[in-house]
């Protein structure tokens, strides 16, 4: 299977563009660089720092080719964040695509989910100030052989395809939820799932669907957004917004002349 780095729906290796997005899976291989930049565009690509008042910051210019984020940079700087580290993450400018990949690091590295999305098992979510993962491999109890529940199972009866579960320091579980059919929502003040104590989270902020076998998560017009940690590379496309640590930045794109 090769997963989509647009929206990360898993392809047959025998397509050339995604079913999903159709954008094409050529990016989406291992070993496709992207071409570098020719003359066809106005001025180069940027991050544009997001202030935590939500206004705007400085701009940082992206050069050609790979950009290296981190402590260290020395492309795009971000001192002063633990979660950030000193080789975190690059931004591979080519001239059709840009990709932004996470070096492996242990807080990862967030995009802001536009619309709607498929996530897949074990992916990582940012709302507010929580982070999620989605568990959809459940292993499933056989029947008893009298008929009778299964002690603890109460509750769980009807039609849910995975759990929300909520992390805490060194990605304990600190609450579990159940995803239920046809969707569940989640927000501050509305929702099956509540986070009322999170200025950041919007009153009704996000819902799960259950997608073939994965879960397709919905941002419902939220103030602050839903943030995806990426799995390997992910193409990057003008107005994205990038979570590294506890710095968000806008990624702008000039548009081709
Ligand atoms: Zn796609």
Redesign the pocket.
Known sequence: MIR?V????DNEEIFTY?L????PLEQSMKGFKPRHASTARKGTCSLVTIRTDGGTGPEIPLVEGVNHAGRSGPEVVIADDPRVADQHATIDVGRDVVFLEDLGTRHGTFVRVTGQRNVADGDQIRIGHALFAIQLAIPRPQPSTDGAAWLGSAGTTGDWFGRLLRLGPGDAVIEAHLLRSPETTLGRTSGDILLPDDPFVSSRHASFAASGAGCMLKDLGSTNGCFLRIRGRVALEDGDFVLLGHHLFQFKRPVAS
């Open positions: 989509c647009h929206c990360g729906t995604c999903n997005c159709g954008k």
